[in-house]
């Protein structure tokens, strides 16, 4: 294998070892919190807590509306009891009777209101529990995936830097040397030929340096400086 085609198939390894890295780079970046299950889960909180509070709000109202039962049904049997007899008392006893009627019944009226939210919250909490084990699955799933893809990318990186290894024990370490330093400044260090023309640059090369990379002589095009690669 002449030099040139050592460092081209070197140099073939380099940038899937690159594209390679890119990718598991990309991959772990997704690894992770996800926004949308946090964001769930605070709503979730707040709802919970909306709940909690308006279920505290009905039991105290539902109590309010035994307190003044229990005080509405001593004044009507103490109202029809026939105990009280003047005229002024009763009066009053029966003032008192229709005030009690009255708070109950805006009481009862608060506590339909309060039970309306309470029904509410009630589903807004199950929408959002639902929403967020589908977020959590849904985010389990890739996390899953995107593990999975990590150990890949892993496993193939080892192979392909192994490859490289061996493959660069192989190559003359001066020839190896002046492909790094190209590699460093132009990124793609061997170009390859096709119809006399430099895939690195697109220029049409001159026969004699066409001869002279035919033959197996390390080669730079004489434009943009890259390693002569003819397949
Ligand atoms: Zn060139």
């Known amino acids: 294998m002449s030099v040139a085609k050592q460092l081209y198939r070197l140099q073939e390894i380099d940038l899937e070892i690159e594209s390679g890295e890119r990718a598991l780079e990309q991959v772990t970046s997704q690894l992770g919190d996800s926004q949308a299950v946090i964001k769930t889960q605070k709503q979730l909180?707040?709802?919970?807590?909306?709940?909690e509070e308006l279920s505290r709000q009905q039991h105290s109202a539902e109590w309010e509306i035994d307190d003044v039962t229990t005080k509405l049904v001593a004044a009507e049997e103490q109202l029809f009891s026939g105990r009280v007899k003047i005229p002024k008392e009763l009066t009053n006893l029966q003032h008192e009777v229709e005030a009690f009627k009255a708070r109950r019944n805006q009481l009862e009226e608060q506590a339909l209101e309060i039970i309306d939210r309470v029904e509410q919250s009630e589903a807004s909490v199950a929408k959002i529990n639902s929403e967020l084990k589908k977020l959590t699955a849904d985010w389990e799933r890739q996390q899953k995936q995107?593990?999975?893809?990590?150990?890949?990318?892993?496993?193939?990186?080892?192979?392909?830097?192994?490859?490289?290894?061996?493959?660069?024990?192989?190559?003359?370490?001066s020839a190896l040397e002046f492909y790094q330093s190209l590699r460093k400044g132009k990124g793609?260090?061997?170009?390859?030929?096709e119809q006399g023309i430099c895939r690195g640059c697109r220029i049409s090369l001159p026969t004699t340096?066409?001869?002279q990379a035919r033959s197996g002589n390390l080669v730079q095009c004489s434009s943009?400086?890259?390693?002569l690669f003819l397949p």
């Open 146 to 173: 995107l593990t999975d893809e990590v150990e890949k990318l892993k496993t193939t990186l080892a192979d392909l830097r192994d490859r490289r290894q061996r493959l660069a024990g192989e190559i003359d370490p």
């Open 45 to 51: 909180e707040l709802e919970q807590k909306r709940l």
């Open 188 to 193: 793609i260090a061997v170009a390859r030929v």
């Open 209 to 211: 340096d066409l001869q």
């Open 224 to 227: 943009c400086g890259r390693i």
